[in-house]
């Protein structure tokens, strides 16, 4: 039967919310005050859904240690303590909205894990708002 | 993609649990405790999970501005600081079980959201009973 | 040394502020959606805290199992799935404020427990609003 | 429409994670510090996810009181404050995982519940990870 | 008898730690991570905590709403979706450390309220960090 | 103005409660399932509190990495996916219970920290049980 293991973990980051194509009155318009130009920042949450078959020698889907270094070496790493905007390679050109921070972490796992596992990623921006990415 | 986001609110309701066809009787062994005439309360956790494509102009599924000004418009108005039985005019003839007050809610959201976007419904009454109603 | 062993839980109750010596204009003005004469309600998380010495037999300040059944006799059962102005005799003319609840909740403690130990109740009316009374 | 109804509940624990047929090196090798013979502990979070048609008369997918009872009857009473590997013979031969604890839960309310229910059940071992096991 | 009332209330900030009288190599060694140039930022968890007297006709310490009403005029008008450093004056000349946060919210709220209420401020900077002021 | 500097941290142990020098019958009627001679275990849930002067020239009362270095050097290293009862010299002769725990902690801690902090241990053995030694 599929099982479906799960790590959670936090990173805080800056971030600042803006389509550099458009004006300032539309970046205004559509993202508020998450446009501010000295950024604003965040204690995300990310949950990392790993599903697979339960191996019967140990009894894991896999090893959540393992997928707590996946975790260290691909999120924590680069975003925690980090602008997402400046400081992350990732969102160069890619506006860092919640939905995209997941997509982009889905796209980091699935380099890394073998094809036999399914990936969902949840990410929580506040205690309000949060996306799923199930790839 | 298809990609899920979600908002989270709470509000404050009175209600009672029963079948106006049954007896007395009847009610309390089905509803025990929650069949109180002077009726009891909860603090409900409602999350309103939507699902869509990400716009690549925004990198947002849908604004949560906009699913947070929808949840004060169809719920949080109607049903904060209320009795549901006789303040909710949807729960008239329709008992509020949690149950009951998911599927309300997601037919007032269908009735407001493009067709394009997937909607799920979960509503904690307690931290121990939660429900989730698809649609 | 004074140590302190709290013991948690939870009951749901229908309420309404309101002060019968007022009309109803100033009660509104006063208690805003809280004068709801239908009622409303909430989850309320008390916290009950007992400081005093730890007993060298049996390294317990108190048994929070005496604790859990304190809260049962005197919490649970009289405000459960209540209607805390109509169903307990406490409210009958004190205005069910989250102030006056812990406060009728540490009178019942106090008239239960030895003098040797000390009570502080803490009251939480919703996620973002709580009281703690020392006595 | 298909809804589902969920009942948390808690239960506290001793385990130690091994293969009886590997040597020591491999266990501690493959099980870290979970390997500990003198056992550790967590307390575990339990929620267990019923699926089914809302009952017009009643307004419940199943009555969350007879979910409660079943929750005691199968899992707080075999599990609580007990050692897994010792004291729970379904964990004779098999390693307590939580993976292996979500499915022998998940078979145990399998025969409890009529085949018109989907099951589905989320364990949390600690904050950090948790497993869902949908049969 | 005295008692407290409190509210509680979310940020998100960005902010960077550091003493400008210091060169770059003892930022870095003091305040690590946190002395990014480029910024990152929190969640913040604000908890307000009045002490007072029960008005006996109200059975408030002091109306919620007004406390509510002060957090968002003090707080977070001015702090949320904003740089600490750049953005809020308080902190041109002050490191916005957990604890000169909560420093500065007590000196606002202690103009604000009358001599009768005494205050406490618990600031939460992540789920692990979080300071407490009593004045 | 002194202030108070929190951190928190978890560590899974499994334990057992009992006094040597009390028969089995007594043993089991004042510590009940607490007293299973296999054990069993808890997430349990750390709060270091702090308390001394800002320093003007950091912003901390101290740097809470110092903190839970140390919390990671006195309890998780010898607590963490340990018996308590078994593997921890501190409780070869002291029972387990979550009152002494906290007051082990608290002195482990008032050994490490200069006599101008005042330290207070805050312990949650479960979600519903919790202890504050204050020294």
Do not use: S
């Not at 990173?11 to 803006?18: G, K, S, T, Y």
């Not at 550099?20 to 970046?27: A, G, M």
């Not at 995209?100 to 921006?125: M, P, S, Y």
């Amino acid at each position: 039967m599929r099982t479906t293991v799960c790590r959670r973990a936090t990173f805080n980051a800056a971030h600042r919310l803006f389509n550099p194509k458009w004006d300032e009155e539309t970046n205004n318009r559509i993202f508020g005050l998450c446009n501010n130009p000295n950024y604003h920042g965040h204690n995300y949450t990310l949950i990392v859904k790993i599903t697979g078959d339960i191996n019967p020698e140990t009894g894991y889907v896999i090893d959540l240690k393992t997928v707590k270094d996946l975790i260290n070496l691909l999120v924590i790493e680069p975003f925690d303590h980090n602008n997402l905007n400046l400081d992350v390679p990732d969102f160069k050109y890619l506006n860092p909205t919640a939905e995209n921070i997941a997509k982009v972490i889905w796209e980091k796992f699935r380099n890394h894990l073998g094809i036999t596992f399914d990936i969902k990623i949840q990410l929580h921006e506040t205690e309000n708002n949060f996306v799923e990415y199930p790839g």
